[in-house]
């Protein structure tokens, strides 16, 4: 993302080919508005609202519309040298700039590079111009060991529940899996999805798919029930789930209204091990296509009980795994670990289709309805532990 300079896009252009190039809207606004300055008074307001309502236009029907306002204002004259020069040097360039242009790049949300810039300044405050290159190197090398360490402190963090959140259970469940930012943009969904205010018409046509309109704006999105995805502008440039899925999904009394955490790209989730990079460089990430069941064939299960059979389970296997013999009890060690992992990264479905081959287990023994368990030379699909 850059601003209007072009020797910029085309040294950007030429180390990346097959990169998309947007413009920052703060530059734009602020370019544009200053050649509207130039005006008289009661028009150049006027102007400078409508240069500012074609950039963050959602639909190509609100562009034209702010466009031939524009001209309006004008006097209708094409010849005007402001309506000239946004003809010849921005209109013709709307995938750059405009809003509902930009709809199907994963910007999340980050339409400007002022962050960039800022983080610029900051370090500016750090390194002086006096700095010989061994001393620059050096400091900048400080600068991203401490901000990497920064990182992983906070990747490792033990995190609690957010202050201030209503009992529904399933946000409060979500906050703590994902980020902060990520969580406010999901709870707005979630709020749209469940409000009054939400008056879409679903249709459910061919399978695995849903079609959502509302009456009263006459927008209309493909949702597929069975990835969890949809076709609009959050979705794609948040990576995150929209209001018209969750909407669906309780149209169609599925177990939750939130899709399942392996629908959310994992740049989302806190504590996925692809976040840490004291392990990997960080991927860039992206929006996983899962499949799932159409609708809920089983009745929802609340958070307490979830955990209260969890538990249970897990002391029995505890049990079992105490009176196990030292390589069964590595071995059955491994595969748990393997589970939380699994557990942790949303990949619970793949991990339970998985073929793994390790070294086998024979009962040996019992101690009351307890079996003892044992390593031996074969090699089994499954171990056994009871």
Same mark, same amino acid.
């Given at each position: ?96 700039? !405009?809003? #509902?242009? &930009? ?5 999340? %949300?980050?339409?400007?590079?002022? @962050?960039?810039? +800022? ?125 018209? !899925?969750? #909407?669906? &999904? ?5 177990? %939750?209204?939130?899709?399942?955490? @392996?629908?959310? +790209? ?121």
């Amino acid at each position: 993302m850059t601003d209007k300079a072009v020797h910029e896009k085309d040294v950007l252009r030429e180390a990346f080919p097959d990169a998309r190039q947007l413009l920052c809207q703060w530059h734009v606004v602020t370019w544009l508005k200053k050649q509207a300055a130039r005006l008289a008074g009661p028009v150049k307001k006027e102007v400078k609202g409508l240069l500012s309502l074609m950039v963050y236009a959602k639909t190509d029907e609100e562009y034209g519309y702010a466009k031939g306002a524009m001209l309006e204002k004008l006097g209708g004259n094409d010849s005007h040298p402001l309506y000239n020069i946004f003809m010849e040097n921005w209109d013709n360039s709307q995938d750059d700039w !405009v809003s #509902f242009k &930009r709809g199907n790049v994963p910007h999340l %949300t980050n339409n400007t590079n002022n @962050r960039i810039e +800022s983080k610029w300044g900051k370090i500016k405050d750090v390194i002086k111009d006096t700095f010989s290159i061994d001393e620059l190197l050096s400091t900048l090398i400080t600068l991203q060991e401490y901000a990497e360490d920064q990182y992983i402190d906070e990747y490792h963090r033990v995190g609690g529940r957010p202050s201030g959140l209503c009992e529904d259970e399933e946000l409060s469940s979500l906050a703590l899996q994902i980020s902060k930012f990520a969580f406010n943009l999901v709870s707005e969904q979630y709020a749209f999805a469940n409000g009054g205010s939400a008056d879409y018409e679903v249709e459910l046509g061919s399978p695995c798919k849903a079609s959502i309109k509302s009456p009263r704006t006459g927008n209309a999105y493909e949702v597929s029930t069975m990835r969890s995805k949809c076709d609009c502008i959050f979705m794609n440039t948040c990576l995150l789930p929209c209001r018209h !899925v969750m #909407f669906v &999904r309780n149209h169609c009394n599925y177990e %939750t209204v939130i899709p399942p955490m @392996r629908s959310f +790209s994992t740049r989302w989730i806190v504590h996925s091990p692809v976040n840490n990079i004291a392990e990997r460089d960080v991927a860039r990430g992206g929006l996983k296509q899962i499949t799932c069941s159409a609708l809920s064939q089983q009745s929802p299960v609340s958070t307490t009980d979830m955990y209260i059979e969890a538990k249970a389970v897990a002391e029995k296997i505890i049990d079992r795994m105490a009176l196990q013999s030292t390589p069964t009890y590595r071995v059955a060690l491994q595969w748990l670990q393997d589970f939380y992992g699994a557990l942790n990264s949303g990949d619970v479905i793949e991990f339970s289709q998985r073929e793994a081959t390790f070294l086998g287990l024979s009962q040996v023994s019992s101690v009351g309805a307890t079996r003892l368990s044992q390593n031996v030379v074969c090699r089994l699909r499954v171990p056994t532990l009871c």
